[in-house]
């Protein structure tokens, strides 16, 4: 294949109109200059970007960067990311959203898409609340946790969303905390660099309603973590599961596998976005006869 | 009986090959040129229970499966009992008419007679001769249908042989088989009394399910997410059967919700796609119908309706989900809603809804029924030619770029990623011409209408656009039957048999439910009775009719279950008119 010379993308080329109004502090800005920190290096042009989301502060995110931008609903980021990027696979499609979005309005999609290998990539910001809805528990939050929706301690325990993105068949696999941006741009390099279905679970403190999972919570915790074997899925699975005092983040597991546009027998031999309109013909007609 | 046409039943337990029976019968008629309609009775079960399969043949046009029944072709005892017997209801369908025969295998025994022609015959016998189970009996049994109406055995041999096709020996068995049932009839039995004419060359035969698959594609469709459910997944099957062919892709998802991201997310991306289901898959995309309405993203929704509630009765037929269709998502935005009323008009309907999603940026709908949906009509030829309306798009590069944009018709221009210079967001959340959320620091009210009217506007847009109502037999009519969607064949058919009988009546046929044309108002005004005729309980569709026009109706409706026959169904608009019940 043929490489197109990289075109010089400043950061700045992703600035958007609208500012971020997260409150001051908030994980999500960490992620955000580091997308934009990322597809700058990568010389991807912001019209051959888009970036997918559901609901949730978070998920405001596209209307900060400019780029193609879809807002969506709560939880359904992934149909509508894996859909684009089937019929134009010349996008960069990345899909953004929360622990609440992705971990349980949306965990059959976040199954499914990482099953299906997907070309594209996806980031949660996990900030183990709900966030927009103002501090109810999430699919993350601790066994225990006092939110407004467990005053007397949250009863379920925590979703591992790096052991359900390995189980499911994910082939980039990696934890990120917002405490590092230049960190979490790398591996969304990588995230996108990598052919396949790419997660990246974000570390992202929620200032105003996670008063335990803060940026010191986590700064005592998180080391950053590099496999010998990146296609091992045993190690990956096993340092995945780690959680305590000492918390690994980086990039637990890659492996290069067919997309699933890669076995689609039409989608990986067309580009539907570009594809004339078939034009139906009598012979068409001929097995009715 | 008519002697101009036939009707013939083929009726056994699921797993008996009943439905591949009836086709073959189907399709020698409509290579004879003759006009055909199918109807499918069958139930939730994979083995066993009771289905049949009625094919109507006849030599002049036919609109619906019809009444009168010539020929039934038994493969189990109920089969034999269950059509000859007048006090059995089955929703409708005719009993065997007094002239009619009934075959079967000679090995059933004990059924009550009820005057009719009783025709056993060696069936499972012949079968063995040619293969090691009984199956092929029903070969033998077509073959003697076809024998007792004199249909040339040539016509039978070419379908049999084209069905069984890749299997060249089994094909040369099965016309061995079917030639001998033939033969047998011929040398024991009297023909029936009937006076077919031929036409001059093939028609199509085609399912409903199959004509919204080639409107769609016709219609530029490219890509099409859903999941299994009957009886949207006719259509489904045809997209599964041609992606390859026509460079199409058909996903099926994890659930109806990704189904429909999806199609809106293909769609966003500037590739013409689809979504479809029935009542209950459809429950699950009503959030995301509002999103493509918000977004004014086109999307193309095909929505095949069975009874309700819930599960319902899942291989069975109503117009049960008008209610649903219209009023799935929140807010108001705008839809359209089409329903045609037979198989052409699923294809010319079908790549109608694709221009119209992609004119006016949201929902349409296309509504069907599992009566249209599952059965097959001939149709003597397809207009190919379509011209695809992009509507409107950007051109690259422009300073602000509104995607937006208020304007006078309320169209505003797409933008597709990849496009340079027009990035912008599409947003859930309230937005301004520009796409920027106005919902969030502080809700802007005036930015609020303006973005509402402007959606809205297309809706007049449309209206403006829309063609006139189709009506029949209408010009001197007294009383006036409206329906809406797949019963207007059945419709005309009633019509017909009531103005035979001096009474004048005439239709209204509504193919474009919603938004109503208001051109209904005029053509019902001075009309002595309205009669409304729909297969629901509620009368979903007269509700409509009536709060829209504001006027007074009377229900003619069905909700066992099956479709409305011609003959029960006159009788009915004939009790409203002298009278009511
Ligand atoms: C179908 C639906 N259910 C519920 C909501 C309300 N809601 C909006 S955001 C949200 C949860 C947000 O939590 P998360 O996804 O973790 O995002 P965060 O705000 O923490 O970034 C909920 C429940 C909604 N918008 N849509
Ligand atoms: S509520 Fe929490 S997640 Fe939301 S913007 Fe504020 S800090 Fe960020
Ligand atoms: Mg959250």
Redo the contacts with the bound molecule.
Sequence with gaps: MMESPKQIVKQTDYQGEVKADWCPGCGNFAQLTAVKMALADLGIEPHNVVVVSGI???SNFPEFIRAYGFHGLHGRSLPVASAIKWVNPKLTVLAYG????GFFEGTQHFYHTAKRNVDITYMV????????TTGQA?P?SELGMVTKTTPEGNIEPPVNPLLLALSAGATFVARAFSGDPKHIADITKKAIEHRGFSFIDVF?P?VTFNKLNTYDYFRKRVYKYEPEDPEDFAVAYKRASEWGDRIPIGIFYQKSEPTYADRDPVLSKVNLRESPYYKLKEQDLEEFL | MNDREVVIRVSGAAGDGVQSAGQIIAKSFSRKGMNVVTYNYYQDIVRGGTSWYQIRASSDPVRSQGDGLDIVIALNKDGVQRHTNPDIDEGGASPLSKEGIVIFDKSIQGYEEHGQRYVPMPLSDIAMKYSNNALMRNTVAIGAAMASINLDFETLAGVIGDQFGSKGKIADLNVNAAKEGYDYFKKNQEPLKKNLSFGTKPKYLVGGGDAIGLGFVSGGMKFYAGYPMTPASSALMYFANHASKFDIVLKIPEDEISAINMAIGANYAGVRSATGSSGGGFSLMVEAVGLAGMLEVPLVIYEAQRPGPSTGLPTKTEQGDLNLVLGAGQGDFPRIVLAPRNVKECFELGREAMNLAARYQTPVFVMVDLYLSEHYETVDSFDLDFKIDEGKIAGDNQENFRRYEDTEDGISPRAFPGQPGLMHNEDSDEHNEFGQVVSDAVTDPRERVKAMNKRMRKMETYRKNMPPTYTYKFSDAEYAVVQWGSTAGVVEEAVDILRNKGIRVGAIEVTHVFPLNHDIGDLVRGKKKIIVVENNYGGQFDRLLRSELLVRTEPVRKYDGESFYPGQLAEEIEVVIRGGK
Excluded: P, R
């Excluded at chain 1, 929360?98 to 979005?101: F, I, L, P, W």
């Excluded at chain 1, 910001?125 to 927009?132: A, K, M, R, V, Y």
């Design positions: 949730g502060c978070s929360g622990d609440g979005d910001s996990d900030n183990q609340i709900f966030g927009l999430s993350t992202s929620c």
